[in-house]
């Protein structure tokens, strides 16, 4: 669901490593029972809906000025302290959402709370050394913009909805959800075009 958003993120960070003149290159469980009453669409639902706030922060990509290091700085570390609030909401929404209803439905849950637990962990890391870099040395920023792009690529090769397409009842509850055809829908905008793709000012 987010890899297509995620790849164009990638390479305007990349755009802007290179351009700074970067030359280096970057190395709560639910636990599994018995199906709840809950009506699969609504539990579906409110797995979905905890990552829309993902998907609208990592689709809000900045336009990032590689004329303007600071401001790029600035702005790349604005957009990751509103991607991490976004995970913490989801992952209080994830916990909140209860025993699933749907076989496969818990394993979903956990892999999505592992895999974005450890998505929060890298960028907030990333994040508190970015903050922390001087603009003025191009190839410390330029180093960390490809780690951060690296980091959000990783995500969306590892992206850990799948069953939401590959396990056939979770699929069909996901078909009936809107939060879930709102988060399959996030590389668009609202008349149906594609999101900008993030751009550089010479």
């Known amino acids: 669901m987010f890899r297509r958003s995620l790849v164009r993120l990638l390479a305007a960070v990349l755009v802007i490593a290179a351009t700074v003149g970067c030359t280096s290159t970057v190395a709560g469980t639910p636990t599994t029972g018995s199906a709840s009453a809950q009506d699969p669409v609504a539990w579906i639902d409110t797995v979905c ?3 829309v706030p993902f998907g ?13 290091l600071a401001a790029a700085r600035r702005d790349t570390s604005a957009y990751l302290s509103k991607i991490l609030a976004s995970l913490d909401s989801g992952l209080s929404a994830l916990d909140a959402a209860g ?32 903050d922390a870099v001087d603009p003025n040395d191009p190839v410390a920023l330029g180093t960390l913009f490809i780690e951060i792009g690296t980091t959000l690529q990783k995500f969306s090769q590892d992206d850990p909805t ?15 959800s809107s939060n879930c055809r ?21």
């Open 49 to 51: 809906g905890g990552l």
């Open 56 to 68: 609208d922060a990592v689709t809000a990509v900045p336009n990032l000025d590689r004329g303007n």
């Open 99 to 130: 025993p699933s209803p749907i076989d496969g439905g818990e394993a979903l849950v956990t892999k999505v709370q592992t895999t974005i637990t450890k998505l929060r962990s890298d960028l907030a890391a990333q994040k508190t050394r970015l």
């Open 162 to 176: 799948t069953a939401l397409r590959t396990n056939a009842k979770l699929r069909d509850a996901a078909s009936q």
């Open 182 to 202: 709102k988060l399959n829908g996030l590389t668009v905008d609202s008349t149906g075009a594609p999101l900008p793709i993030p751009t550089t000012t010479r």
